[in-house]
T-cell receptor, first 113, second 111 residues
């Protein structure tokens, strides 16, 4: 069973569209994250939720809205997509404070045309 | 906040040689330092980590060293193999919720 699963794996869409990426973890972890990896491979944190509560909200355009219906799920909705949003988006989870490393999902490659 | 710098950005070694990747951090409160390996088109995966109460940790061909005084830590890969080719990321955490990642090192092992 995949520990952290993301869907879809690939997403090609036109500018101005709205799209969502879903993430689910079956590890029983308390904390989940969204990271953006650009073409230079830099991993930039976007959001973090702990037990459904938003605890990290980096400087991200408000076109990006995370939603955590329960602690096993963290979805990312993006409105009015722009060319610069093209990147790989990784979901990750972690047990909690001081509890070891992240487990990453397989990533969603978003291409905005 | 924490600032993690990673060098070099690219590294090529001959198969069988050793590879060393170095990271520095700025926050003296950081106490957990994981390393991730990301193969092309795949997810980053944790390969080794070290906590601040330990100076060195080894797992087969990979080892990590930590110098708290100088605020730097390094990844050492011995007897490199072509399957070690990947992007490696260091990270630091002060025990809080967030990891601060380095900018990555693209390692190529030449057969």
């Amino acid at each position: 069973d995949t520990a952290v699963s993301q869907t879809p794996k690939y997403l090609v869409t036109q500018m101005g569209n709205d799209k969502s990426i879903k993430c689910e973890q079956n590890l029983g972890h308390d904390t989940m994250y969204w990271y953006k990896q650009d073409s230079k491979k830099f991993l930039k944190i976007m959001f973090s939720y702990n037990n459904k509560e938003l605890i990290i909200n980096e400087t991200v355009p408000n076109r990006f809205s995370p939603k955590s219906p329960d602690k096993a799920h963290l979805n990312l909705h993006i409105n009015s997509l722009e060319l610069g949003d093209s990147a790989v988006y990784f979901c990750a989870s972690r047990q909690g404070w001081g509890a070891g490393g992240y487990t990453f999902g397989s990533g969603t490659r978003l291409t905005v045309v | 906040g924490e600032n993690v710098e990673q060098h070099p950005s690219t590294l090529s070694v001959q198969e069988g040689d050793s590879a060393v990747i170095k990271c520095t951090y700025s926050d003296s409160a950081s106490n957990y330092f994981p390393w991730y390996k990301q193969e092309l088109g795949k997810r980053p995966q944790l390969i080794i980590d070290i906590r601040s109460n330990v100076g060195e940790k080894k797992d087969q061909r990979i080892a990590v060293t930590l110098n708290k005084t100088a605020k730097h830590f390094s990844l050492h890969i011995t007897e490199t193999q072509p399957e070690d080719s990947a992007v490696y990321f260091c990270a630091a955490s002060n025990g809080g919720n967030q990891f601060y990642f380095g900018t990555g090192t693209s390692l190529t092992v030449i057969p």
